[in-house]
């Protein structure tokens, strides 16, 4: 077995473990336990490919899908914050009127926050931190996204583009791939928007960013490594508390 192999195992093996311990066929909880189950039921049937190594690649797939894509993605977001100062007084005015004082936004608020999902959007399209999809027929987010055919002045910055005549949000149109598209499309799509919703409006609600004190704009260059568009790593912000 591969090294990289054994410390995936024993990375993964107290969650399935726990799993397995308090199972209730009856009542799921989640993906692991389905998995699990069709595991025991498929026992005996000698083409099952339901099987503990597969689970272990499957939640280890996961964990690495998921987390520095989200990372990386509030950092985009943060530096277009700190470029657009004025779309980032926007958001923090909705906040403000929508969210009481005191209280950290949360999903009740979503639907009255369509502002800040839309330049959630933006954030997506304009830097296309994803610019190939990982099919064997590939997407070209990065072209796409930068078409003039799908979005007006592509170069320019406008969360609003994601806004209908009534102000409400548009999640999705043609020509925008942040997540893929067709059957092997981002399987956490709706997870990511979540959680990227919530870490953007807390952070939005109590910080302003900036460039440095006394640098000039932020800059929103990637650095390009195979198949992303990184947020540059040593960039520095300023960051202060809100009133
Ligand atoms: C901002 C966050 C994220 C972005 C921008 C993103 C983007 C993408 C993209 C572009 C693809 C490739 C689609 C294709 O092949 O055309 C993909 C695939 C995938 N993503 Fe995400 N992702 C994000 C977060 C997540 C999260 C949180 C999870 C899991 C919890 C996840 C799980 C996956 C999986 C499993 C696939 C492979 C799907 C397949 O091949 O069938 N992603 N993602």
């Known amino acids: 077995m591969c090294p990289s192999f054994i410390?995936?195992?024993?990375?993964?093996?107290?969650?399935?473990?726990?799993?397995?311990?308090?199972?209730?066929?009856?009542?799921?909880?989640?993906?692991?336990?389905?998995?699990?189950?069709?595991?025991?039921?498929?026992?005996?049937?000698?083409?099952s490919h339901f099987d503990y190594a597969d689970l272990t690649r499957i939640t280890f797939d996961l964990f690495v899908a998921g987390n520095d894509t989200t990372t990386n993605m509030t950092q985009w977001f943060l530096n277009y914050m700190a470029r657009?100062?004025?779309?980032?007084?926007?958001?923090?005015?909705?906040?403000?009127?929508?969210?009481?004082s005191g209280t950290l936004p949360g999903l009740q608020h979503r639907n009255e926050l369509a502002y800040l999902d839309a330049a959630i959007n933006e954030v997506q399209r304009h830097c296309s931190m994803a610019p190939?999809?990982?099919?064997?027929?590939?997407?070209v987010a990065g072209l796409s996204h930068k078409n003039p055919v799908?979005?007006?002045?592509?170069?320019?910055?406008?969360?609003?583009?994601?806004?209908?005549?009534?102000?409400?949000?548009?999640?999705?149109?043609?020509?925008?791939?942040?997540?893929?598209?067709?059957?092997?499309?981002?399987?956490g799509e709706q997870f990511a928007r979540m959680e990227l919703y919530l870490i953007t409006a807390a952070l939005m609600q109590n910080f302003k960013f900036g460039?440095?004190?006394?640098e000039g704009p932020m800059s929103i260059e990637a650095d390009i490594v195979p198949v992303t568009h990184m947020p540059r790593k040593e960039q520095k912000f300023s960051i202060k508390y809100r009133n």
Request: hydrophobic share 30%; charged share 35%.
């Open 211 to 214: 460039p440095p004190d006394g």
């Open 84 to 100: 657009f100062q004025d779309v980032q007084e926007k958001i923090q005015k909705e906040i403000d009127r929508v969210v009481p």
């Open 132 to 139: 190939l999809g990982g099919t064997i027929v590939t997407s």
């Open 150 to 187: 799908y979005f007006e002045d592509p170069d320019k910055f406008d969360p609003s583009r994601f806004l209908d005549k009534n102000g409400k949000f548009i999640s999705t149109c043609d020509g925008f791939q942040a997540f893929g598209i067709g059957k092997r499309q981002c399987l």
């Open 7 to 47: 410390q995936l195992k024993s990375f993964v093996k107290p969650f399935i473990d726990e799993h397995l311990k308090t199972l209730n066929p009856s009542d799921p909880r989640d993906l692991m336990d389905d998995y699990l189950t069709e595991m025991k039921e498929g026992k005996s049937d000698d083409y």
